[in-house]
């Protein structure tokens, strides 16, 4: 959590460690309900489908 009511959801490489992207100000609080936990996962369902990466790491794909 990054803050009372809300986190950061990051993806890291774990080669070199970078966090490839962060999402950040994801509503969430101390305890949540399944609905809470889909709708986040949602949330960062929908960023990573928007993400467009980095001109270097497009020869991963």
């Given at each position: 959590?990054?803050?009372?009511?809300?986190?950061?959801?990051?993806?890291?490489?774990?080669?070199?460690?970078?966090?490839?992207?962060?999402?950040?100000?994801?509503?969430?609080?101390?305890?949540?309900?399944?609905?809470?936990?889909?709708?986040?996962?949602?949330a960062v369902e929908?960023e990573l489908e928007?993400?467009?990466?980095?001109?270097?790491?497009?020869?991963?794909?």
């Amino acid at each position: 959590m990054d803050a009372p009511g809300s986190m950061i959801a990051r993806l890291f490489d774990r080669a070199s460690g970078e966090t490839m992207i962060a999402i950040a100000g994801i509503p969430c609080a101390t305890v949540m309900n399944a609905a809470d936990v889909e709708r986040i996962i949602e949330a960062v369902e929908d960023e990573l489908e928007a993400f467009v990466p980095p001109e270097s790491l497009r020869s991963y794909a």
